[in-house]
């Protein structure tokens, strides 16, 4: 079995911080503050409060203790937000916690690196926003991961923000519960259907964002896009990509499709997608996935294997080359995000 501490560095692409739970009831304009979102004090939820979330001095410390080198952030209470139906509202917030992440980062004392929220209802608003945060040193930008039915990925409504992604080099991220999932539902009537929600439906969206990106012409037609598909896993990845090319070649000559080669071409040319506790995807990652697939911890969650990152990989990495855990941890984010160049 090959160490994973053969790796030289250790980069999370799935972190997260801990916005103050106030943030958007103390720095919206005021005429919207009581339409914005409000959320429990601290104290009364302890699940995010490893104190690096929402402490930048601190935040170097625990990440040594995982022996974690680098991290690309995402929000915690800001994922709740993709699935406002107020366009100018979200607008509003998505700026409140880009601000709000930019100073975080600037303080911190790590290597930590931003994805900014995108407002997509307008869309010329996604492209000022993407535009911003890439001139205050972000690394990428997230759009909701299910939109509404009425803008669907397999539209057109987004070519010039995936246009602009393409020229700024700013990956696009697509992080779970974002957007109208089944999260955004929450009326499961039973905890059978919760365990249903949980793998099936979640398993079924991201299929879904992959597929409708792939078979709209999306990536065919912005061949430079980079998309990052954020802690969904990947053990399910390699069966969805072998039924589509399947079926693609079988009915190439009777269903008129926007692409001219195979699904899993344009996934491994532009698509790249998150793990942190797969260990069937591990086992696969020997023969498939070894130049698209990133590793992570998912700090502070309380789905992290923080403090026990590494142990967690020597689980299920162990197994692999060790020029191949380097790309998992390290060379394939590196590579995505250009952090070589920061």
């Given at each position: 079995?090959?160490?994973?501490?053969?790796?030289t560095?250790?980069?999370?692409?799935?972190?997260?911080?801990?916005?103050?739970?106030?943030?958007?009831?103390?720095?919206?304009?005021l005429?919207?503050?009581?339409?914005?979102?409000?959320?429990?004090?601290?104290?009364?939820?302890?699940?995010?409060?490893?104190?690096?979330?929402?402490?930048?001095?601190?935040?170097?410390?625990?990440?040594?203790?995982?022996?974690?080198?680098?991290?690309?952030?995402?929000?915690?209470?800001?994922?709740?937000?993709?699935?406002?139906?107020?366009?100018?509202?979200?607008?509003?917030?998505?700026?409140?916690?880009?601000?709000?992440?930019?100073?975080?980062?600037?303080?911190?004392?790590?290597?930590?690196?931003?994805?900014?929220?995108?407002?997509?209802?307008?869309?010329?608003?996604?492209?000022?926003?993407?535009?911003?945060?890439?001139?205050?040193?972000?690394?990428?930008?997230?759009?909701?991961?299910?939109?509404p039915?009425?803008?669907?990925?397999?539209?057109?409504?987004?070519?010039?923000?995936?246009d602009?992604?393409?020229?700024?080099?700013?990956p696009?991220?697509?992080?779970?519960?974002t957007?109208?999932?089944?999260?955004?539902?929450?009326?499961?009537?039973?905890d059978?259907?919760s365990?249903?929600?949980?793998?099936n439906?979640?398993?079924?969206?991201?299929?879904?964002?992959?597929?409708?990106?792939?078979?709209?012409?999306?990536?065919?037609?912005?061949?430079?896009?980079?998309?990052?598909?954020?802690?969904?896993?990947?053990?399910?990845?390699p069966?969805?990509?072998?039924?589509?090319?399947?079926y693609?070649?079988?009915?190439?000559?009777?269903?008129n499709?926007?692409i001219?080669?195979q699904?899993?071409?344009?996934?491994?040319?532009?698509?790249?997608?998150?793990?942190?506790?797969?260990?069937?995807?591990?086992?696969?990652?020997?023969?498939?996935?070894?130049?698209?697939?990133?590793?992570?911890?998912?700090?502070?969650?309380?789905?992290?294997?923080?403090?026990?990152?590494?142990?967690?990989?020597?689980?299920?990495?162990?197994?692999?080359?060790?020029?191949?855990?380097?790309?998992?941890?390290?060379?394939?984010?590196t590579?995505?995000?250009?952090?070589?160049?920061?």
């Amino acid at each position: 079995m090959t160490s994973v501490r053969a790796a030289t560095r250790y980069i999370s692409a799935d972190s997260h911080v801990s916005e103050p739970p106030d943030l958007w009831e103390t720095r919206l304009p005021l005429a919207l503050r009581e339409a914005g979102p409000h959320f429990a004090p601290r104290t009364e939820s302890r699940r995010f409060d490893h104190p690096g979330g929402f402490d930048p001095a601190e935040r170097a410390k625990e990440m040594a203790s995982d022996h974690v080198d680098a991290e690309i952030l995402y929000p915690t209470y800001g994922l709740t937000m993709y699935k406002m139906r107020d366009a100018a509202l979200q607008k509003a917030c998505f700026r409140v916690y880009n601000e709000w992440l930019h100073e975080y980062c600037a303080a911190a004392t790590a290597p930590v690196y931003a994805v900014g929220m995108i407002p997509t209802y307008d869309i010329q608003d996604a492209v000022s926003e993407l535009e911003w945060c890439h001139e205050h040193g972000f690394i990428g930008g997230m759009v909701w991961q299910v939109p509404p039915p009425e803008l669907s990925l397999v539209s057109n409504h987004y070519d010039s923000l995936w246009d602009a992604a393409q020229q700024l080099e700013m990956p696009i991220s697509f992080h779970i519960l974002t957007g109208f999932n089944y999260s955004a539902e929450r009326n499961e009537p039973n905890d059978i259907e919760s365990s249903r929600s949980s793998v099936n439906r979640k398993t079924a969206e991201l299929a879904d964002t992959v597929f409708d990106l792939i078979f709209s012409g999306t990536l065919a037609r912005f061949p430079r896009l980079k998309v990052a598909i954020v802690e969904g896993e990947i053990g399910w990845l390699p069966f969805q990509l072998q039924q589509w090319d399947y079926y693609f070649h079988r009915f190439q000559k009777t269903r008129n499709l926007p692409i001219n080669q195979q699904p899993s071409d344009y996934f491994y040319r532009q698509i790249y997608s998150t793990f942190f506790k797969d260990a069937v995807g591990g086992q696969l990652l020997s023969s498939w996935g070894q130049d698209n697939c990133l590793w992570s911890t998912d700090y502070p969650h309380g789905n992290s294997q923080w403090p026990n990152s590494m142990a967690v990989l020597d689980r299920n990495l162990g197994h692999l080359p060790e020029g191949v855990i380097r790309k998992l941890v390290q060379d394939n984010v590196t590579n995505l995000y250009g952090l070589d160049r920061r």
